[in-house]
């Protein structure tokens, strides 16, 4: 970042806002559904993962173990 940015330097002079109770309590709500929502689909990523590895393994060792023979 530069030091000598205009709108960066104004920006910073601004006074803070603070959000509305309103606000607030809709903001944590939602993100409180999301921290607690099952995380089914990175458990479904993670087994990917993990499959695309033994693939990938299994395929290396075979092609190592052809240029030995």
């Known amino acids: 970042m530069i ?3 205009e709108l960066l330097s ?3 002079e601004l ?3 603070a ?4 606000l ?3 903001v944590h709500s ?5 921290f607690l929502r099952p995380a089914s689909s ?3 990523a993670s087994w990917a993962v993990v499959a ?3 693939v990938y393994l299994g395929w290396a060792v075979r092609f190592a173990s052809e240029l030995y023979q």
């Open 42 to 44: 990175s458990r479904t």
């Open 10 to 12: 104004r920006l910073s």
């Open 30 to 34: 939602r993100a409180r559904g999301r």
């Open 3 to 5: 030091e000598d940015d």
């Open 19 to 22: 959000p509305d109770a309103e």
């Open 52 to 54: 695309a590895v033994v």
């Open 24 to 26: 607030r309590r809709a």
């Open 15 to 17: 006074p803070p806002l």
